[in-house]
């Protein structure tokens, strides 16, 4: 059965600080990868999504992810940290017209 | 364009009772997809419409049912709610073309169930 496992539950960050964000997924046909966030009390925002290609991608808000097959990892990178950033980060995993398959999200937390 | 509308943004409900949710997709995409989000469990997919059809469904009871409308607006249904039907409820829409649809949230219906 497909699965996303996101190993860290809660990040803290500084302010201008790199970030990354791990996803390891099992999946058994080619993955579409994707990363959402979410703010307290609101729906997902799309990041970003892989479906082929060129295995850096670009999101928005400053944020890429690498698809890396070999070690079946989509990690979302941000080199500079802003306080707005805070959220919670899922990453999820689906293909054709199957259901996404969510992982249980990061909390990233952002000081100063 | 506008995006995912939900309706109500917030609902209390008690034990027994049951629940209509309500979504508005984006102008133009064809499939529903509705999630629920709860702390413990995450986000767990419940159904997808398309064209007025389920096309999936997830592991949930049969109390969770749902029907999509001829304008792509689709609703979600909860009978006999429990305590733990407690939950935020994301639909999600998308183009359903060929491939992997981008799947679209809207700001979820927070559901209280006492």
């Known amino acids: 059965a497909q699965s996303v496992t996101q190993p860290d539950i809660h ?22 990868l994707f990363w959402y966030v979410q703010s307290p009390g609101q729906g997902l925002q799309l990041l970003l999504k892989y479906f082929s290609g060129d295995t850096l991608v670009q ?34 995993v689906g293909s054709g017209n199957t259901p996404l398959v969510f992982g249980k999200g990061t909390r990233l937390s952002v000081i100063a | 364009k506008a995006g995912v509308t939900q309706t109500p943004r917030y609902l209390i409900k008690t034990r027994g009772q049951q629940v209509t949710l309500s979504c508005s997709p984006i102008s133009g995409h064809r499939s529903v997809s509705w999630y629920q989000q709860t702390p413990g469990q995450g986000l767990q997919f419940l159904f997808e419409y ?39 409820y994301l639909c999600a829409s998308g183009i359903a073309g060929e491939g992997t ?13 006492l």
């Open chain 1, 59 to 92: 999101g928005i808000k400053g944020f890429e992810a690498e698809f890396k097959r070999s070690q079946s990892s989509f990690n979302l990178r941000k080199p500079s940290v802003h306080w707005s950033d805070a959220a919670e980060y899922f990453c999820a």
């Open chain 2, 101 to 113: 649809d981008t799947q679209y949230f809207g700001p979820g219906t927070r559901l209280t169930v």
């Open chain 1, 11 to 32: 990040i803290t960050v500084s302010e201008g600080a790199s970030l990354e964000l791990r996803c390891n997924y099992s999946y058994g046909a080619t993955p579409y």
């Open chain 2, 50 to 88: 398309f064209s007025e059809t389920q096309r999936n469904k997830g592991n949930f009871p049969g109390r969770f049912s749902g029907r999509q409308f001829s304008n792509s607006r689709s609703e979600m249904n909860v009978s006999t709610l429990e305590l733990g039907d407690s939950a935020l």
